[in-house]
């Protein structure tokens, strides 16, 4: 349109950043030049994988029925749905066609009264046999060829290679067999063709699959609803109209109108109107959140009551719920460092088991079994697929991952869960993370002949350039009053001790004792004020004016009320929990005995909290720090897992291995748990993958496995690993 012509000319830098995402960001890889399927969970080559983009990141596919599954899970489903019913179909023919020979055999010479053999010559047993198993081979197969066909394109040998491998060689076989016998070696009877072992193979294979992506759908269900929340279209006010355009094409800057009932489509500020709005299916927050004029929307949330006009701060790729889609994409299909091993012992192993398949071949045949041989390479062809390997890891990070997004808690990726099993120490910084970050003003104690008023009055004049939630309390305080403040020039924020002003062209100063030392005032005659205070657990300051000291001012934060349960969760669960702040030891002290924390590091500015996990670390503890994510940055990056407390709307900022969506801090336990719980998944799945392959590949060569048994056992061993994810759903978060 002309509208969107017009503003694009008029900032065109402005647009493509916000309209676009980066097509930097790809699907994590675990090695250069490699990546990991999201589907199945194998490492494969860039260069020649299938590719498909979603919200600005590219993804790499072992075959088209993984890219398949990832771009319509639904359509899929469906077509597998019915290569299934065609393999099974054939399969229970087959059955039924065989118990009805040897009925007719146990008949005696009645079965060759109705049995046409004589008749038409040409369908003999083994033509019966070709003429059911064709379309199983080939129609319920398909997938598996041209999967095949991917992996020899990329030269990448996957699970379908090897499948098509098998029941080809057994099919093809048994075509010569039927109808070409001299060709063979050894003189073979058309009662030994195993048109039935390639029927049987595909049969169990699609059904094992069938059931796995049936779970998976129901595990990986989190994305898909995060997908869900954003709408189709929007609302917005273009050249003074009203007009509904799809979603995608909403800008920066834009007005938005939401009506009731209807989702937000992007993140923004609330211009008109008031509402509740129902964040639950984004940040977990059961209770409808009030909106009016100034307060932020997150984009994907249910708008419930009023009409709200809003302008846009963020859309597409970067809103919030984008960012989250993106977090937890990411950590599915991110890989712990025991699943790495695994991947490059994956990456020898198939072309391994295709030599030992051809050696087992071999020997069975120079041993003077032709038929024996054939069946050893079909069964550890079969039986050796790695695909319970290759699933070990994303089938329990998808569920996990999941699991935690439902419940407001975002991890970033498999490392995180590796650290997070291994945590002995969580470090909680106190304000606005075991506090609610909103203090107020309990106590004006003025020294000689000073009024509270003016106490009040010089310090909140100080505290008007701060942003420190300490001195919005105090600004509020005079506000609340209504007192008239002095002209400020000169401000000065000192971090870790207070601020510094000039007022009515003399300095004043307003924080801890140290700063009033350093300037050669003295605190004595507060002293006993303070240390009463402080006792309290309350955050004493001292003012002072033209070098007088004219009393003193404390600011309390409350705890949250979830704080003391949250840090008696970690203590049951044998972790150590540190308090650090920057107050000073008497008042740190009293609020960790009330909140039931024995080890206190006080008197820390903002500056040395890296220093202190840096030095806990180097005792040899493995530090988790909970802090808000801005402020506390750096310590969340030095930290073996940060993690941050945030809201929606803060994601895209934070820093931290773990993210808390809801702003609980009992959510820091639940997260270290469901990390514990999903990576002890993680390690039975690798366990039971590898041991089923070592076992089973060795029987299989000495001639101890049926093909058909091989690949029942193949697909159950997938199966139970999809089945044992699953069950991460079941663990309950909240238990103390």
């Known amino acids: 349109s002309t509208h969107c012509l017009q503003e694009f000319e008029a900032d065109p830098a402005k647009h493509v950043h916000a309209g676009t995402a980066p097509h930097a960001h790809t699907a994590p890889a675990t090695i250069e030049g490699k990546a990991k399927d999201p589907i199945c969970g194998m490492v494969i080559d860039k260069s020649g994988a299938l590719t498909t983009e979603r919200a600005g990141r590219t993804y790499y596919f072992c075959s088209t029925g993984c890219k398949l599954t990832f771009d319509s899970p639904e359509r899929e489903l469906k077509a597998m749905r019915t290569r299934v019913a065609v393999a099974l179909s054939g399969v229970l023919v087959l059955a039924v066609m065989r118990a009805a020979v040897f009925l007719g055999l146990a008949g005696g010479a009645m079965t060759l009264t109705w049995v046409p053999f004589d008749v038409l010559p040409w369908f003999t047993w083994g033509v019966w046999m070709m003429i059911l198993v064709t379309p199983v081979q080939f129609i319920g197969g398909w997938g598996f060829y041209k999967g095949a066909w991917q992996s020899i394109k990329t030269r990448t040998i996957n699970m379908d290679f090897l499948i098509a491998l098998g029941t080809s060689v057994a099919y093809f076989y048994s075509v010569a067999v039927v109808f070409f016998p001299s060709v063979l070696p050894v003189a073979v009877e058309e009662r030994q063709s195993y048109f039935e072992v390639s029927a049987v193979i595909i049969a169990f294979v699609l059904l094992g699959k069938y059931m796995e992506e049936i779970i998976k759908k129901r595990s990986s269900a989190a994305v898909r609803k995060l997908m869900d929340l954003k709408p189709a279209t929007a609302r917005v006010i273009r050249d003074g109209q009203e007009m509904e355009v799809p979603a995608e094409s909403v800008m920066v800057d834009e007005i938005v109108v939401v009506r009731p009932g209807e989702k937000i489509p992007a993140d923004g500020v609330v211009l008109e109107g008031s509402s509740s709005v129902n964040e639950a299916m984004l940040t977990g927050e059961a209770m409808p959140v009030e909106k009016s004029s100034g307060a932020k929307v997150i984009g994907g949330t249910l708008n419930q009551a009023g009409v709200l006009r809003f302008k846009t701060t963020r859309v597409g790729a970067e809103t919030a719920l984008a960012q989250i889609i993106k977090l937890v994409e990411e950590a599915q299909a991110s890989s712990a460092p025991i699943q790495r091993i695994a991947d490059q012992v994956t990456g020898y192993f198939v072309p391994a088991v295709v030599l030992v398949a051809f050696a087992a071949f071999a020997g069975w045949w120079l041993m003077g079994n032709f038929p024996q041989g054939l069946m050893a390479f079909i069964a550890v062809l079969i039986i050796s697929c790695p695909c319970a390997l290759g699933i070990a890891t994303p089938a329990a990070l998808m569920v996990g991952v ?95 001790h207070g601020a510094r002003a000039m007022l009515e062209g003399k300095p004043a100063l307003l924080g801890n004792r140290r700063l009033l030392q350093q300037e050669g005032i003295t605190t004595n005659q507060a002293e006993d004020s303070m240390t009463r205070l402080e006792a309290q657990g309350k955050t004493a300051m001292l003012l002072a004016y033209d070098g007088t000291l004219l009393g003193v001012i404390a600011v309390a934060d409350t705890l949250k009320p979830e704080a003391r349960e949250a840090v008696q969760s970690l203590v049951q669960e044998g972790i150590e929990v540190i308090l650090l702040t920057g107050d000073n030891p008497r008042t740190a002290n009293a609020i960790a005995h009330e909140l039931g924390i024995e080890h206190v590091i006080a008197e820390v500015l903002p500056g ?109 061993s997938s199966l139970s690993v999809i089945v044992n994810s699953a069950l991460l759903k079941r663990e309950k978060l909240s238990e103390i």
């Not at 900022?653 to 801090?665: A, Q």
């Not at 998944?681 to 041991?691: C, E, G, R, V």
């Open 608 to 716: 040395e909290k890296a220093q202190v996990i840096h030095d806990l670390q180097a005792q040899g503890k493995v530090v988790a720090m909970v802090g808000d994510g801005v402020n506390d940055a750096p310590a969340l990056a030095t930290a073996d897992v940060g993690i941050a407390i945030g809201s929606g709307s803060d994601v895209a900022k934070e820093t931290g291995g773990i993210i808390l969506v809801r702003n609980d801090v009992r959510d820091v336990a639940a997260s270290i748990r469901l990390s514990r719980a999903t990576l002890r998944k993680i390690k039975q799945n690798l366990f039971w993958a590898f041991i089923y392959n070592t076992v089973s590949i060795p029987v299989a060569a000495f001639g101890f496995l049926n093909p058909i048994i091989a690949a029942a056992a193949m697909a159950l």
């Open 402 to 496: 999941g699991k935690g997004a439902e419940a407001g808690i975002l991890i970033r990726g498999a490392e995180v869960l590796e650290r997070a099993r291994q945590l002995t120490t969580v470090v909680f910084d106190k304000t606005g993370t075991l506090t609610r970050g909103e203090p107020n003003v309990t106590d004006i104690v003025p020294i000689a002949h000073h009024s509270e008023e003016e106490l009040l009055r010089f310090a909140a004049a100080v505290e008007q350039g701060s942003e420190h939630p300490l001195g919005a309390a105090i600004v509020r305080a005079g506000k609340h009053r209504n007192l008239a403040l002095p002209k400020v020039s000169d401000f000065t924020a000192i971090a870790g």
